[in-house]
């Protein structure tokens, strides 16, 4: 099993940064894959990134370029840095793991960028 804690969620204004964790409760270094997806208010739930533990990452066509992921196996935690944030990035950002064909979530942390 696996608990996970997110956060680093805020109000921020257009074109500003933040920087998203999601620790686990466990070593993440048998997690094979990890991530980060987010739900916007009368919308479904969408992936945003995800990282292997051999490190392959993949995102969002909307967010190539702007947000990176990283995961420091040694701190059992994910990050997703997030710079030249837009209002369509408003979300509530939920990290997730990938264990033994189960998708663990956390509980989930509110972005919100002002125009």
């Known amino acids: 099993q696996v608990q996970l804690v997110e956060s680093g969620g805020d109000l921020v204004q257009a074109g500003g940064s933040l920087r998203l964790s999601c620790a686990a409760s466990?070593?993440?270094?048998?997690?094979?894959?990890m991530g980060w997806y987010r739900q916007a208010p009368g919308k479904q739930r969408e992936l945003v990134a995800g990282?292997?533990?051999?490190?392959?990452?993949n995102y969002a066509h909307s967010v190539k370029g702007r947000f990176t992921i990283s995961r420091d196996n040694a701190k059992n935690t994910v990050y997703l840095q997030m710079n030249s944030l837009k209002p369509e990035d408003t979300a509530v950002y939920f990290c997730?793991?990938?264990?033994?064909?189960?998708?663990?979530w956390g509980q989930g942390t509110q972005v919100t960028v002002s125009s």
């Open positions: 997730y793991a990938d264990y033994y064909n189960y998708k663990y």
């Open positions: 990282i292997s533990n051999g490190g392959s990452t």
């Open positions: 466990r070593t993440i270094f048998s997690i094979n894959d």
